[in-house]
């Protein structure tokens, strides 16, 4: 894939809790079936190196690369695009993408869960 230049004024990052977020400031993207899960990541890639490749199958509204506490990334992270023609397009052509030499991502549909697990509870918590 061609190398891009990235525009500041377009796309803006960062971090907050534990995520790099990077948002598209000119789409409005509302709905859903418009996210993938990205997995594989190397530890060391940024929006550098995955924005290009995810603005080649559509409009990309925002990437959420999670990260951990040394600096690097967790190995996964999410895209939402402005359509779910462009999710698709994400998954049919970027899953198994060798984004470096001998590296290949997952990019699969995320899946829209509106479900909040907490773990750990003593047996005797109860729900008031």
């Known amino acids: ?4 230049v990235l525009s500041p004024t377009i796309f803006q990052t960062s971090q907050i809790n534990g ?4 948002v598209n400031h000119l789409l409005q993207c509302e709905g859903t079936g418009h996210e993938v899960f990205i997995g594989h990541l190397p530890r060391t890639l ?5 924005l290009p ?5 559509g409009q990309l509204c925002e990437v959420r690369i999670m ?4 600096g690097n990334n967790r190995g996964f ?4 695009f402005s359509n779910k023609e462009s999710a698709d397009n994400a998954v049919k052509y970027l899953n198994n993408f060798e984004i470096r030499a ?9 899946k829209d869960r509106k479900k909040l697990f907490i773990g750990n509870l003593p047996r005797t ?3 008031s």
Not at 1 to 4: L, S
Not at 46 to 50: A, G
């Open 1 to 4: 894939m061609e190398k891009m």
């Open 53 to 57: 490749v995810l603005l080649a199958v």
């Open 19 to 22: 995520q790099r977020i990077t």
């Open 67 to 70: 990260m951990n506490f040394s």
């Open 77 to 80: 992270g999410f895209a939402r």
């Open 102 to 110: 001998g590296r290949r991502i997952i990019v699969i549909a995320s």
């Open 46 to 50: 940024f929006e550098d190196e995955l």
């Open 125 to 127: 918590t109860t729900v």
